[in-house]
């Protein structure tokens, strides 16, 4: 099963707001609201910003946000800031139940 | 808080076999499913396995069915991956990771251990 596609990549000035999208198919993402965001910097481990489409653990900025539509999901970060830099994978439920895009690197210019 | 801390990742030839453990604290280990997900250099993260709260029930995902297995210990709150058969494409940092919810496993990961690199080459 393919992964999840993502653009590789997503820039913005601090301040601004960017929108990143994840597309899968009708057996993954539009199927299923369990689609889940993950934020990693380098070398460090993945860290969980979304899950069930838009909720967001305790304690993670509300500059977060997302939503889905059809077979693709979208996470947007407003109000852009340096330490937003870094790679955000997209994950959702499927018959083989985990799968996740292939990375968006942020960058803040 | 909690704390993942995987071991036993290193260099091994192609064929062999290698064990990851994951030793955990700051929860209550024995109700939470706990998974491994990997991450090959450069590249980006591919969901391995699950294994639920009571060990009773196993998910793998297609590109290691068959070669690995995950299994826990909550008297040690320890989790496992018996890695066989290894190829030069399971090279990867190996991250295990807990689950959200108590019970029945999901698929969201909310704690994360700080990785294992193994390395698959003759």
């Known amino acids: 099963q393919s992964a999840l596609t993502q653009p590789a990549s997503v820039s913005g000035s601090p301040g601004q707001s960017i929108t990143i999208s994840c597309t899968g198919t009708?057996?993954?993402?539009?199927?299923?609201?369990?689609v889940s965001w993950y934020q990693q910097h380098p070398g460090k481990a993945p860290k969980l910003i979304i899950y069930?489409?838009?909720k967001r653990p305790s304690g993670v900025s509300n500059r977060f946000s997302a939503s889905k539509s059809g077979n693709t999901a979208s996470l947007t970060i407003s109000g852009l800031q340096a330490e937003d830099e870094a790679d955000y994978y997209c994950?959702?439920?499927?018959?083989?139940?985990?799968?996740f895009g292939g990375g968006t690197k942020v960058t803040v210019l | 808080q909690v704390q993942l801390v995987e071991s036993g990742g290193g260099v091994v030839q192609p064929g062999r076999s290698l064990r990851l453990s994951c030793a955990a604290s700051?929860?209550?280990?024995?109700?939470?499913?706990m998974h491994w997900v990997r991450q090959a250099p450069g590249k980006g993260l591919e969901w391995v396995a699950v294994i639920s709260y009571d060990g009773n029930n196993k998910y793998y995902g297609d590109s290691v069915k068959g070669r690995f297995t995950i299994s826990r210990d909550s008297s040690k709150n320890t989790l496992y991956l018996q890695m066989n058969s290894l190829r030069g494409d399971d090279t990867a940092v190996y991250y295990c990771a807990k689950d959200t919810h108590e019970g029945a496993a999901t698929v969201y990961f909310d704690n994360w251990g700080q990785g294992t690199l193994v390395t698959v080459s003759s």
């Open positions: 994950a959702s439920y499927t018959s083989t139940l985990v799968i």
């Open positions: 069930h489409v838009s």
């Open positions: 700051g929860f209550t280990f024995s109700t939470y499913g």
């Open positions: 009708s057996s993954d993402v539009g199927g299923y609201n369990y």
